[in-house]
């Protein structure tokens, strides 16, 4: 094989790979999922959303750091507060199972998010010799 057909096959097969990627690009929504907000989070893990009635408990929700999940002991039992948006007095509470089952949900959003992402945009030609290798090319 001559050196002008083997950049022939590499460049058929370059964009046979990118039309195969840009077709998988776009899902039947048209686009990734959308991302769910930290409150989104808690709700599904079971916390319940808590609105202060009275200006002692507004004054305390306020001095809870956003977006930061803070652990109280009452009446013998653990309790978990976060404030997911610091200009909004409503905050969520939960108990030791619903903190846990938020922290496994934070885990694969984290994941899932992360996975979607192209972490970086590269031409190597080493990579291409790696995908014609393992398909029984050259």
Known sequence: MSCRTVWRFYLAMALVIGILLAGCATGPSGGPPAAKSQ???????????????????????????????????????VLYLVCPDPDSPQCYLGDKAAYQRYQQLAIQ?????????????????EALQMWTDAHGGG
């Not at 959003?109 to 030609?125: F, I, N, Y």
């Open 39 to 77: 409150g989104d989070l808690l709700k599904d893990a079971g916390f319940r959303a808590h609105t202060p009635n009275s200006p002692q408990k507004l004054s305390y929700v306020k001095t809870l750091p956003a977006k930061k999940v803070v652990m109280n002991q009452h009446q013998g039992q």
């Open 109 to 125: 959003h984290s994941l899932a998010e992360d996975q979607h992402k192209v972490s970086e945009d590269r031409w190597d030609p």
